[in-house]
T-cell receptor, first 113, second 111 residues
Framework: EAQVTQNPRYLITVTGKKLTVTCSQNMNHEYMSWYRQDPGLGLRQIYYSMNVEVTDKGDVPEGYKVSRKEKRNFPLILESPSPNQTSLYFC????????????FGDGTRLSIL | GENVEQHPSTLSVQEGDSAVIKCTYSDSASNYFPWYKQELGKRPQLIIDIRSNVGEKKDQRIAVTLNKTAKHFSLHITETQPEDSAVYFCAAFLSGYALNFGKGTSLLVTP
């Protein structure tokens, strides 16, 4: 089954404790992206990747890191999480990115205390 | 200003009526405009999209129109049903690779 898999689905942690949210897709997509969703603000793009070793900032990249060492994986790293990063996070992928539908994962709800 | 603006933020219609959601974008180079539906607690799912070489696209009760000159596009849902109740997001690819979403429209269809 074609899918985008995120882990964990839920996480409660404390300020400053490094965490990684994994994202994996099995559709051989070139384009992958991370979004955060906050009430009243919609979906905002954090980072995106056009292909392996190619990443770029979206609208809200501060406090986040990403890497794309393999085509199927695109982890989101919070080196020193802060409470304002409490949010619902979605990973998505598409075939090429420029004009293709995004396939979303189920989301990861992060709470930073 | 925002790259993609979406209106209204909430919309309530009676079952069987039509619903229209409008979006405007700022980047004249944008060439792909998807619409996503998000039910409570679930992932956004693509319901329809349109590319800049097309002015209108229809899929059963859902249609999207695009006016590139005015830089706006709209979602039209006809014969609404209670299961259409959800949050709808428009989006536009900016500068070819980044994707900007509108802030969403919460649609409520009452029986």
């Amino acid at each position: 089954e074609a899918q985008v898999t995120q882990n964990p689905r839920y996480l409660i942690t404390v300020t400053g404790k490094k965490l990684t949210v994994t994202c994996s897709q099995n559709m051989n997509h070139e384009y992958m992206s991370w979004y955060r969703q906050d009430p009243g603000l919609g979906l905002r793009q954090i980072y995106y990747s056009m292909n392996v070793e190619v990443t770029d900032k979206g609208d809200v990249p501060e406090g986040y890191k990403v890497s794309r060492k393999e085509k199927r994986n695109f982890p989101l790293i919070l080196e020193s999480p802060s409470p304002n990063q409490t949010s619902l996070y979605f990973c998505a992928s598409s075939y090429s990115g420029s004009n293709q539908p995004q396939h979303f994962g189920d989301g990861t709800r992060l709470s930073i205390l | 200003g925002e790259n993609v603006e979406q209106h209204p933020s909430t919309l309530s219609v009676q079952e069987g009526d039509s619903a229209v959601i409008k979006c405007t974008y700022s980047d004249s180079a944008s060439n792909y405009f998807p619409w996503y539906k998000q039910e409570l607690g679930k992932r956004p799912q693509l319901i329809i999209d349109i590319r800049s070489n097309v002015g209108e696209k229809k899929d059963q009760r859902i249609a999207v129109t695009l006016n590139k000159t005015a830089k706006h596009f709209s979602l039209h849902i006809t014969e609404t049903q209670p299961e259409d109740s959800a949050v709808y997001f428009c989006a536009a690819f900016l500068s070819g690779y980044a994707l900007n979403f509108g802030k969403g429209t919460s649609l409520l269809v009452t029986p």
